[in-house]
């Protein structure tokens, strides 16, 4: 019996409660113009992996949601898998998965794709990797289209998952609907880093090394899969579009809440751009509360936003879904908006003395390193969020005025400053520290692009009715 028929067999056997028997309610096409997302932000990759060890930590220590599938031994696994989630911990409890069980074995490895959790806009594909022969397997995971077009965003927070237990991959999909088939591919390797010896004291040579060097993980791959999928429309359909079209004025700018966009894995929110505003939209902390007090937060992890192509300004947000809530009524709560002023888009620096312009609101110049290399610049600065590390800069601008990315950049509560043998921890006040490399040849001046330029805490929330 393969795990379709399990299943199948273990949904006859149990009595459905009354809340799941709206499993595929409220399909609503989009029907409007397509708005095309260039820009997606989300948690780095390092962080990501982190946020998803700590939430499942938390899971482990308080389970609230679990109960509801004490009883279904299929689900129970794919329960704890999600429990980070509020919004994916909802579509399991409402019973709003999709069983796979493909299975394939080669060299030694065995690959199963389990579950999805799918709607009109994100796809979510939980799998896993056992062997007999191989300890703490990985994979790099990706997905291929019917047609080969892009418009989606992935992230993973699987990295150190024991062999056996269910890993998982969100799709993000923004110019496009989900499609009804795709190609999942895993490509298999073998972590090694628990059985590396302790790497020696950072010296310069390595830092250079590690911050102006191009980055390559190229593991040795011990066997790679592909599985098709197809996606159920009964649940690809699933969405619900808000028209809002309400403006509001924050700070002396003028923001536009266009519509809400509600599937069963997330809420987005979506806020129109005004030209004549002197600063563009880069960040917002808010909420949603529903008609009985029910909260529904930011997501924290994985995709939480994307621009406009028409501007800088970041439009579209991602929260924990209502979709199974059946709210009446839905308003939101803004208490923090992040601008980057017009006249700050770039912020000019003197690499050889250490003087520069305005710096963006709660950020500090921490220290310069010098080295063969170039520059390492490192920034103070203050969280907005609790336990959320972010980005300062978008790049520079070069000696020539042209526009450079940064090779790699670094984060962390502490700071070890090289010159005064000084030890720095943010840790407990709230306060990271952002390190960027500057490559020698950008020359002593450059302009450096900040995300944002200032912050505007709202002590009384502006509140928006979204229905």
């Known amino acids: 019996m393969n795990r379709n028929e399990e299943y199948a067999a273990l949904r006859s056997s149990i009595a459905e409660p009354p809340q799941l028997e709206y499993t595929v309610t409220r399909a609503l096409q989009r029907n409007g113009k397509a708005r095309r997302r260039v820009r997606l932000f989300g948690v780095p990759a390092g962080s990501l992996v982190a946020c998803f060890l700590g939430f499942m930590l938390l899971v482990n220590l308080f389970p609230p949601f679990a109960r509801a599938c004490g009883d279904m031994p299929v689900l129970r696994e794919l329960a704890k898998a999600v429990s980070w989630s509020p919004s994916l911990s909802a579509a399991v409890e409402h019973d709003y998965v999709q069983p796979v069980g493909q299975e394939q074995s080669k060299d030694g490895i065995i690959a199963r794709v389990e579950y999805l959790i799918v709607d009109q806009k994100q796809l979510e594909i939980f799998y896993s990797l056992d062997s007999d022969r191989y300890e703490a397997l990985e994979a790099d995971a990706s997905i291929k289209l019917p047609d080969n077009k892009g418009g989606y965003g992935s992230s993973s927070g699987s990295y150190g998952t024991p062999n056996g237990e269910l890993r998982q991959m969100t799709v993000n999909f923004v110019e496009q609907d989900v499609p009804e088939h795709l190609a999942l591919l895993l490509n298999v390797y073998q972590n090694t880093s628990e059985n590396d010896e302790a790497e020696p004291k950072a010296n310069e040579e390595s830092i250079a090394e590690a911050y102006f060097s191009p980055h390559a993980r190229n593991p040795d791959v011990l066997a790679a899969f592909t599985f098709d999928l197809s996606l159920d429309p009964r649940f690809t359909a699933q969405g619900e579009i808000v028209e809002v079209n309400r403006a509001f004025q924050i700070d002396g700018q003028m923001l536009a809440l266009k519509c809400a966009e509600i599937y069963p894995t997330h ?73 980057l002023d017009k006249d700050r888009e770039s912020i000019w620096m003197n690499v050889a003395t250490g003087e520069h312009g305005l710096l ?11 080295l063969d290399s170039g520059n390492l610049l490192t920034f103070q600065a203050r969280q907005y969020r609790e336990n959320n590390m972010y980005s300062l800069w978008n790049g520079y601008l070069d000696k020539n005025g042209e526009e ?36 020698a040849a950008a020359g002593s001046e450059v302009w450096l692009k900040p995300v944002f330029t200032r912050v505007t805490d709202l002590s009384v929330p502006v509140k928006v009715p979204i229905r």
């Open 267 to 339: 809420l987005r929110l979506d806020f129109g751009y005004v030209p004549e505003n002197s600063a563009w939209l880069k960040g917002l902390e808010f909420y949603v509360e529903n008609e009985r007090g029910e909260r529904f937060d930011p997501t924290r992890n994985g995709l939480t936003a994307s621009g406009d192509e028409a501007s800088p300004s970041t439009v579209t947000y991602w929260m924990d879904s209502t979709y199974f809530s059946e709210s009446k009524e839905l308003t939101l709560y803004i208490t923090q908006v992040r601008w």
């Open 360 to 370: 963006p609101d709660g950020a500090e110049l921490a220290g310069i390193q010098r």
């Open 404 to 439: 450079q990315s940064f090779s790699s950049s670094g984060s962390s509560h502490t700071y070890h400053d090289p010159d005064t043998d000084e030890y720095l921890d943010g840790s407990t006040s709230g306060i990271f520290y952002e390190t960027v490399p500057l490559p």
